[in-house]
């Protein structure tokens, strides 16, 4: 059996695969109920029997192709298991509509990089490639081979309706017919031998897990009741309907709606499905407009609506074609009541089932879950009551459910009792929620105690969120960091794949492709054009995994729970695993998993837990030990990337500014890594100085949100070195925060910082001093305390000695305040209180004392660095290079021997003595490098780096290439030369 054969991986070789495991729980008499309820402190409560994780078709990796999915069907229909065949042959009806609709050429794609883009040249390229899709669409759709598959589709389908109804009749108690089930044995068997004929393209397409029986918890029993109210609202059951599914989920939901609203009686079905902002098929048009000829209801299914926008979309296409507004009928589960219908969708007729109405809430009850639990206890036990908690999860959101129970457990022949707490929670339906059962036999000393899975629902021990491994003891650091390595590197050993599979998916965001988007943008507004030529290649070399396992792919901080006493980590949520809600992060590297957990702890670094930093650094240490092999930086910097962009999608707008830090300092670890770590301390030498944003940093790598994400290039992190191998030091002059630029001294060569505009000064030897005087201070948290009363007004709060505001529009990116914003902030200041001046900027607005300037900051900073020394700070000209783009840099840039402009700088600063590059940004700043030192930091062996490695030879090339130029690059990637 195939099932079987999925099984047959080797055994762990010991229950006790992590120190970690907690300790057995005492005998069963010695648990009475007075005792405080507790976890049980082993992978098996003692009260239950071993869950049984043999039923069902457990499929490890749940994105298959064609051919994969065809090889389990045939095992389901084989066991007359008839809801996974539904599913299977639903999934595999998925692949086949989506290559039929397909655009091999990928032109639809490139119509999609012209989109915000006008120029006369662009709108012509732009219906160039309109008009070549159209061909090209046209020509493909005549070929002999697309005809078969069309042909081979439509009695699929058929099979797809049958296996629906075969599904259905199961879950409602009825037998097949043996006739009914030999019928569906042999069309099956049929069709699939003439699959094996298919083009490679289309067996090897994977599937798109459909959000309805895989994220969420839909039930066929949804399906029914949509469909009875439905009856109830269309009552003439001659009237013809068609059962139009949106595509991914359409391909499931259709089918059954069809077979439910059969059995209400009506008797002219038809079912199809499309894509919103796919073009429908010719045949597809004809059948809609004969279908509409007769008065026909358009029924259109699919997940509950988030904003509508897609519904809406299906909604215009079939409009488009001609069918009225008033014939179209929307059939929309809800995850909250009937007002949660979006606005868009509310001028079209509905047939809502709202969240409270869905079947999982009967399966969830306390009484059905008594019956569920009761099943699994040992002999001589019984449950006396089940109370649910006020603990519960998505009542109100997308995604499974999870309700927490208080459940009573007695032995009646000793009179004992016991409490324990337990979680249920939506896994999938089928065979997309039981493949779990492969974790739970290979990692289950990993997880809290399993009680079993039915219906869809994983039944485990709930643990308090005050263990959660947030409020970890420094001397747990080891012990935890250990743990979780030894997860990642189990599920690796335990749960390997035949194939990364991620490498075949586009557009549903795998990691690569997450990466892709962001690190293209260094190609500036082109990056649309260069990201499927010159940026997809490299992403997918540099994460392709060469051994592939199935991934957590779920390892928030919040994930994981410690208890010190019993030296026990326990993992939750393992259930979700890689395959995801709504877009799909797929990866099957385990390097994901900790480089994912990484990023949390970054982000935790940034809001000033400082263990956590330690933590990581633990993690990736006892990985690389227990594997043998040292994780490449490209990687770890790229998986968290992937973490942090998914953070974005949900973080508030006040806190932006934390994910903007956690990226940088992401970055700034790894250019230390490859540029600055062999380099000798400097505690004398001359000192230049630079501005940060624009000179050192700047934003190439964008995000909308974030306002792009500051960081080195491959010219300026060489400048810093080359200046620290040739005696100099360098420090930072610039307008951003103090926890910033002390974050920059602890990864560049960087002796000390000039923050918040010289209102504040650091360096790692002397600490931090600030500038300001009490009244200073006070009119500045003034202004502060004005800004934040404003409305859609945001102030960063790591701006303590200086004050940064920002607006938001409607999209979620940042703005600078408005002239009458600044003058309205200024004017809230009280008379006789110092006097602010307002430094604007282009997604900002900046205050600053009017005494204070970077200069006098800088002063401070080199008295510091220069004490008891040869009292340079006294000479009027005490830099040997200052490099600056904007006016606050002024004062800075007077002090140095050498000022330099970059070519971007402001044409205000344009002054005797200050020169001005042809060369911007970075590129600028090396070439005054270049100047000082006397030679190209690029041609002298001490200043180069050590050898990089082939993939950092790669991304280093893709972020020098604002510095370069496209056509550099280009040659650069192609020949491998270093960056």
């Not at 469909?227 to 499931?252: C, E, H, I, M």
């Not at 002397?766 to 202004?783: F, Y």
Request: glycine fraction near 6%.
């Amino acid at each position: 059996m195939l099932k079987e054969t999925l099984h047959r991986e080797e055994q762990p070789e010991s229950k006790a695969i992590s120190p970690l495991v907690e300790k057995p729980v005492p005998p069963l008499a010695r648990a009475p109920v007075d005792v405080a309820p507790t976890t049980p402190a082993s992978s098996q409560d003692v009260l239950f029997r071993e869950p049984d994780l043999s039923t069902g078709l457990v499929i490890r990796n749940l994105l298959n192709d064609l051919d994969g999915l065809a090889a389990f069907l045939r095992t389901a229909i084989h066991q007359s298991d008839w809801l996974n065949a539904f599913l299977l042959s639903a999934g595999i009806w998925q692949i086949v509509e989506d290559y039929l609709h397909s655009d091999p050429l990928s032109l639809q794609r490139a119509e999609k990089v012209f989109e915000g883009l006008h120029h006369p040249l662009i709108n012509t390229a732009r219906n160039s490639v309109w008009l070549t899709r159209q061909m090209e669409t046209g020509l493909f759709q005549q070929l002999p081979r697309y005809r078969r598959v069309l042909r081979w589709s439509a009695l699929w389908k058929e099979l797809v309706e049958a296996l629906a109804e075969a599904a259905v009749s199961v879950n409602a108690g009825q037998s097949l017919p043996a006739e009914s089930e030999a019928g569906l044995i042999e069309r099956s068997r049929a069709l699939l031998a003439d699959s094996e004929d298919f083009p490679t393209r289309l067996r090897r397409s994977i599937l798109r897990l459909p959000n309805c029986f895989r994220s969420f918890d839909q039930r066929p029993e949804d399906i029914q009741r949509l469909a009875a109210k439905f009856a109830k609202q269309y009552p003439d059951r001659n009237q013809p309907v068609v059962v139009v599914g949106l595509r991914t989920s359409g391909n499931y939901l259709a089918p059954l709606l069809k077979c439910y609203l059969h059995r209400e009686g009506y008797q002219d079905i038809t079912v199809t499905t499309l894509r919103p902002g796919i073009d429908l098929l010719p045949f597809e048009k004809a059948q809609i407009h004969r279908a509409n000829r007769q008065g026909t209801l358009f029924a259109l299914i699919d997940d509950p609506p988030v904003t509508g926008r897609s519904m809406l979309k299906a909604a215009r296409r079939l409009e488009r074609v001609h069918v009225s507004r008033q014939s179209i009928v929307l059939m929309v589960p809800l995850f909250a009541g009937p007002d949660s219908l979006p606005a868009r969708l509310r001028g079209f007729t509905g047939v809502l089932l709202p969240w409270e109405e869905w079947a999982i809430q009967d399966l969830t009850s306390p009484e059905a879950m008594k019956d569920t639990l009761s099943g699994w206890l040992l002999p001589g036990l019984e449950i006396t009551r089940v109370e649910q908690t006020p603990i519960m999860r998505n009542d109100t959101g997308r995604g499974h459910i999870t309700r927490v129970y208080r459940v009573t457990v007695s032995q009646p022949a000793s009179g004992l009792k016991w409490r324990r707490e337990i979680l249920a929670k939506g896994v999938g339906l089928g065979y997309l929620g039981d493949h779990v059962q492969d974790m739970l036999r290979h990692l289950s000393p990993h997880f809290p105690p399993v009680y079993g899975l039915r219906d869809g629902l994983l039944s485990r021990a709930w643990i308090p969120e005050e263990d959660q491994i947030g409020g970890l003891a420094e001397r747990d650091f080891p012990a935890a960091a250990r743990g979780i390595a030894t997860y990642v590197w189990d599920r690796h050993r335990q749960l390997s794949v035949a194939e990364d599979v991620s490498l075949r998916r586009f557009g549903n965001s795998p990691a690569w492709e997450v990466t892709s988007d962001l690190i293209s943008h260094v190609f500036g507004r082109a990056w649309k054009v260069a990201r499927v030529p010159l940026v997809d290649p490299v992403m997918r070399r540099l994460l392709h995994a060469s051994s592939p396992s199935l991934v957590d792919g779920n390892m928030a901080l919040s994930n994981w729970f410690y208890r010190s006493a019993q030296n026990q980590l326990t993992k939750v949520a393992f259930e979700r695993g890689v395959f995801r809600n709504d877009v799909e992060y797929t990866s099957y590297d385990p390097v994901f998993d900790l480089a994912s957990l990484a990023a949390d702890l970054e982000v935790a670094a940034v809001e000033g837990k400082e263990w956590a930093k330690e933590l990581s650094s633990l993690i990736r240490r006892d990985y690389e030990q227990l594997s043998g092999d040292k994780i490449d930086e490209e990687r770890w910097l790229l998986y968290q990337f992937v973490r942090l962009w998914e953070v974005k999608r949900t973080i508030p707008t006040n806190r932006t500014h934390i994910l903007t830090r956690a990226y940088s300092r992401a970055l700034q670890r790894y250019f230390s890594a490859y540029y600055f770590q062999d380099l000798p301390a400097n505690p004398h030498g001359d000192i230049c100085a630079f501005d940060l944003d624009g000179v050192l940093e700047t934003n190439y790598l964008g995000d909308a949100l974030l306002g792009g994400l500051p960081a080195l290039s491959p010219a300026s992190a060489v400048s810093l070195r080359a200046l620290a191998r040739h005696g100099y030091r360098s420090i930072v002059t610039t307008g951003r925060s103090l926890p910033e630029v002390i974050e920059r001294c602890q990864h560049y060569p960087i002796v000390g910082g000039v923050a918040e505009y010289g209102a504040v000064i650091y360096s790692p030897a002397q600490g931090t001093r600030v500038l300001l005087s009490d009244g200073e201070q006070e009119a500045l948290d003034g202004l502060r305390k004005y800004l934040q009363s404003q409305p859609c007004v945001f102030v960063d709060p790591d701006y303590r000695y200086a004050v940064r505001a920002y607006q938001v529009d409607f999209r979620g990116r940042r703005l600078a305040l408005s002239a009458d914003q600044i003058a309205g902030a200024l004017r809230s200041q009280p008379s006789g209180s110092a006097s602010l001046r307002p430094i604007a900027g282009e997604k900002q607005a900046d205050f600053m004392v009017e005494r204070i300037d970077k200069a006098v900051g800088a002063r401070e900073l080199l008295a510091n660095l220069t004490m008891g020394g040869d009292g340079r700070g006294a000479d009027s000209h005490p830099l040997a290079l200052a490099v600056g783009d904007s006016l606050s840099d002024l004062p800075v840039l007077e002090m140095a021997k050498r000022a330099v402009l970059p070519a971007h700088a402001s044409p205000r600063l344009n002054r005797p003595g200050i020169r001005r590059y042809r060369t911007a940004y970075q590129a600028g700043l090396a070439q005054a490098v270049t100047d000082l030192i006397g030679h190209s930091p690029r041609d002298c062996e001490e200043c180069q780096p050590p050898t990089f490695s082939e993939n950092a030879r790669y991304l280093l090339g893709l972020f020098a290439v604002q510095e370069n130029g496209a056509k550099s690059i280009l040659l650069s990637l192609i020949s491998r030369m270093r960056p």
